[in-house]
């Protein structure tokens, strides 16, 4: 065994990721305080929108950096135009998949990519008679799958090539969260290859492999 050395993710790539972890936290703290709201008692209600006015705008300025930021870096802008291209994916998944991949270099195969990302499929079974629904294999960060995942659901419902994909699946006996994991990593199959080929998405490159 001879692995590749370990590199430390360029600097450029480890802000990005910074940014994005830091909108995932700024987010869900204003998801907590909305719930508060709803069965807050009258008397803190005007403390908890206060929170909220600043944590939106707080939201709305790392957004704004997070977009500068890949700017600024001709490879993260060449990279985010190209992922932009393909249905489903919107500013948040794209800096997120750059945030965590870095480089498209990095990986030898899509399927090596899905691997990092922890969508690879892993059969659970007991002896030669027990088995479980299949599962994903967890790898990377879990914020990357997340962020896939929207993608994903609106891919199934949008895309006519990928919703004749899961109505084979769903014949074959899969599961439901098998069906949007399978989806899932497609799209990072598509990801990959638009990285890879430096061309946007094509759908009827995709039908070919659909």
């Known amino acids: 065994m001879q692995p590749k050395a370990w590199k430390p993710k360029p600097k450029r790539v480890r802000e990005l990721q910074a940014l994005v972890a830091r909108l995932d936290a700024l987010q869900a703290l204003a998801q907590q305080e909305a719930n508060r709201l709803d069965v807050a008692q009258p008397c803190v209600k005007g403390s908890i929108i206060t929170v909220q006015a600043t944590l939106n705008n707080e939201i709305k300025q790392v957004k704004k950096t997070i977009k500068q930021h890949i700017k600024d870096h001709d490879d993260l802008d060449s990279d985010s135009r190209l992922l932009l291209t393909i249905p489903g994916i919107a500013d948040r998944t794209m800096a997120q998949v750059l945030g965590s991949i870095g480089s498209v270099e990095h990986f030898e195969n899509a399927k090596q990519m899905a691997a990092f990302f922890g969508l690879s499929p892993k059969q659970h079974s007991s002896g030669s008679s027990v088995k479980r629904h299949t599962r994903l294999s967890k790898i990377e960060d879990a914020r990357v ?66």
Do not use: Q, W
Request: glycine residues 4%; charged residues 25%; hydrophobic residues 45%.
């Open 145 to 210: 799958r997340k962020a896939l995942y929207m993608p994903a659901i609106v891919t199934m419902r949008h895309n006519p090539l990928i919703k004749t994909f899961c109505e084979r699946l769903k014949a074959a006996g899969k599961a439901p969260m098998a069906i949007i994991g399978a989806v899932m990593r497609k799209l990072v199959h598509i990801i990959y290859g638009i990285l890879k080929s430096r061309k946007p998405f094509d759908p009827n490159i995709i039908a070919k492999n659909t």
